[in-house]
């Protein structure tokens, strides 16, 4: 909690005119990572990723670049200035979707071939524990304080709460069909979990496990089967939650004081992960049937640009300086 | 800080105490059986096609995996009895399972001995057909408490006319077997063109005069028989083949005489499944069978997988091993089903059919996936596949 506080203070440091961030996007298909300049919004660079890169994140003090390279069942680490790969990370197979611990270290990785969670070490780079889940985890979040991780299992439908210093699940928690991610608010008061084919963001209260709601979604002229909820994320002061919702080709904006859909904004085709900038004035979108990104204006909540990046643009993050 | 810090520590510590789903101190038990009756087919053409000993039941153990790891985190247990029978010793074969225990009865027989097991389940079991496409059970013969995982006919026939007819192929050449179930297959192909606007310009029967189905050089032959056999027709976009049988439509691609792409029960095929189905992370699924397994996943494996991963995703969403509470979660609007095909599977209310996609394949890769998006529908795109409510004479709902 407090390394990420001030992980986020440092940033707000940076003077706004400043406000040029790199974002790295995994390219399921190309194999390769696309880097842009979030102020000019264009590519400035692209590196080879291994096989099937699809998670990715980045360490808060922005030097090292966590892929996961799903078809070479390995974690690849790069150096985010130089784009070279320091080492790989034992992963288990498959490594689809990971989370960072807040400080850093370690890495929670979900295994769908084995229903495990591993947890490992960035700096040993050695398996610290590995947590029997549901079958096919998938989504992974750690809550801002470090403590829980939550995993979701696709074909269970559950969110599983594990105590991260025992490694011990002590909660589960019944969602909508296919869970995809697992998003905490900055506080920790809220999780967000979008359930793909049940169509649904369940909200949940991380203190007592309840359901707070379960938000659905409605566009006109879209078929409801398209609405498919994957990727989550939510601005710091909890006001506005977006949710990709797949092959509908559009991103909500839920109000986070009320929960319920504000609107809907239409990007490329079949969107799958967002990320923010670290100042929160841009939210990017990978639409991996256009083979392009989105720039979502968080303010005025326009798609200001697409931008063309590889094959099957999948995960992105924004580097934090 | 501070105080949020152990404020949450100490709401952890109570929850690791009492946060976890109420366990019965008896694990609650869901049982359920696969009935495989054996049908006495012959060989198939190909040897690849030769059905493994596990057929069916390596899908039910899959399944029962499945819903065993969800079952650990709701404290309820799965069990799935597998039994082996003929046409004259299945009804004595469901007596012994229901005995045992097993209200959840997974079908693998044909429509006969379906309906005639249905009704001698009555209220004590539901029976969930893995197997038989038939047509007559989606209508006529459709039974409260049967429910249909296989496709129907009409389902798989308008899952490859929709495909086609986008592909604007709608000039067909039909072949079809000399059986009952490949002229049953035919008449569902005459449907779906009717219902797409494709025509059947051209129709004969290749009739099975029996024989060894492999022999040393039976290539020879094939080679001579089959232009001859598809030679002097009206002229044709596509050949569309109804074999269920597996008599003859495996020799066609390539041995037609006009060069023309085969379908149907050869060439491209309307399935439930397919070992290089990888959208919509079917991977995992595929390597969890395989590993289980040792070997690919078929078509009939997936059936009876889904049909008791039914069971499970109702245990699991009631909380409940009642067989009365399943049954009814299961026919009621709420249940749906993630089944690693892009949408969530249900069942149509008025026949109990599960509503899926249908994949089409060649060979070597997954080709399409119906429904074709350019077809609308006011329910569900998926009921433009099969029977729908006012297309059907079975009135469930």
């Known amino acids: ?321 | 800080m501070r105080g949020i810090r152990g404020l949450i520590a100490v709401c952890l510590a109570s929850l690791a105490i009492g946060a976890q789903p109420a366990h019965p101190a008896e694990p609650q038990v869901v049982r359920a059986a696969v009935l495989r009756v054996e049908q006495g087919n012959p060989l198939p053409i190909s040897r690849l096609d030769l059905p493994p000993a596990d057929l069916g039941f390596a899908g039910a153990r899959l399944a029962n995996d499945d819903n065993q790891t969800t079952g650990r985190f709701m404290g309820q247990t799965f069990e799935v009895i597998e039994a082996d029978a003929t046409p004259e010793t299945a009804a004595a074969t469901l007596e012994q399972l229901i005995a045992q225990g097993a209200s959840f009865i997974v079908t693998m027989a044909d429509a006969e001995t379906t309906v005639a097991l249905a009704d001698a389940a009555g209220e004590r079991a539901l029976v969930l057909n893995a197997t038989s496409p038939d047509d007559r059970l989606r209508n006529e013969l459709c039974r409260a408490n049967t429910l249909h995982v296989a496709p129907s006919r009409a389902m798989l026939a308008d899952a490859l006319a929709q495909f086609l007819t986008w592909k604007k192929w709608d000039e067909w050449f039909l072949i079809e077997g000399s059986h009952p179930n490949d002229r049953a297959m035919a008449e569902a192909y005459r449907r779906a063109a009717r219902k797409f606007g494709a025509k059947v310009v051209e129709e004969r029967v290749f009739a099975d005069t029996g024989g060894a189905r492999r022999t040393d050089t039976g290539h020879v032959q094939v080679q001579k028989q089959m232009p001859v056999f598809t030679q002097d027709t009206e002229d044709h976009d596509v050949v569309i083949t109804a074999d269920e049988s597996d008599i003859f439509a495996a020799y066609l691609p390539y041995q037609t005489w006009e060069p023309r792409p085969v379908a149907g029960s050869a060439g491209l095929r309307p399935v439930t499944w397919h070992p290089t189905q990888e959208a919509w992370g079917a991977t995992q699924f595929q390597r969890r069978f395989e590993r289980l397994s040792g070997r690919y996943m078929r078509p009939v494996d997936f059936q009876v997988w889904a049909a008791l991963r039914v069971l499970g995703e109702a245990a699991t969403r009631t909380r409940s091993t009642d067989y009365a509470v399943l049954r009814d979660y299961i026919l009621g609007p709420e249940f749906e089903l993630a089944a690693f095909k892009g949408q969530k599977l249900t069942f149509r209310p008025w026949n109990h059919q599960l509503r899926q996609p249908i994949l089409l394949i060649h060979d070597r890769v997954m080709v399409s996936v119906s429904p074709q998006q350019e077809f609308l529908h006011q329910v569900s795109r998926l009921d433009t596949l099969g029977w729908d409510e006012p297309e059907s004479t079975c009135k469930l709902n």
């Open chain 1, 1 to 321: 909690m407090r390394a990420a506080i001030a992980a986020l203070a440092a940033t707000l440091l940076v003077p706004a005119s400043a406000a040029a961030f790199t974002a790295f996007v995994s390219n399921e298909k190309g194999n390769d990572i696309t880097v842009l300049d979030t102020d000019s919004m264009e590519v400035i660079a692209t590196f080879d990723a291994g096989q099937r890169p699809r998670g990715i994140t980045i360490s808060p003090d922005g030097r090292h670049l966590y892929v996961c390279a799903s078809d070479d069942d390995t974690v690849r680490v790069f150096d985010a200035k130089t784009y070279q790969q320091l080492h790989t990370l034992p992963s288990g197979p498959d490594p689809e979707l990971f989370v960072l611990h807040p400080s850093g270290n370690p890495l929670y990785i979900a295994n769908e071939d084995d229903n495990i969670v591993t947890v490992v070490d960035v700096e040993s780079h050695t398996v610290l524990a590995e947590v029997p889940v549901g079958v096919e985890p998938e989504g992974m979040g750690v809550s801002p304080d470090g403590r829980v991780v939550v995993n979701t299992s696709e074909t269970t439908n559950m969110a599983h709460f594990i105590d991260s210093e025992s490694f011990e699940i002590f909660a589960n928690v019944l969602v909508d069909q296919r869970p995809r991610f697992a998003q905490f608010t900055a506080d920790g008061s809220r999780l967000f979990v979008s359930a793909e084919i049940g169509g649904t963001v369940t909200v949940i209260d991380p203190a007592t496990q309840a359901v707070e709601k379960v938000i659905s979604f409605s566009v006109p002229g879209v078929p409801p089967e398209a609405l498919q909820p994957v990727g989550v994320r939510v601005t710091s002061d909890g006001s506005k939650i977006f949710v990709a919702l797949g092959p509908a080709n559009r991103v909500a904006v839920i109000d986070g004081g009320t929960l319920e859909v504000d609107r809907y904004l239409l990007v490329g085709q079949r969107v799958w992960q967002l990320a923010f900038t670290p100042d929160e004035k841009l939210l990017l979108t990978t639409n991996g049937n256009s083979n392009d990104v989105s720039f979502i204006d968080v303010e005025s909540l326009e798609v200001v640009k697409s931008v063309h990046v590889g094959q099957q643009p999948w995960g992105v993050v924004v580097a934090p300086n």
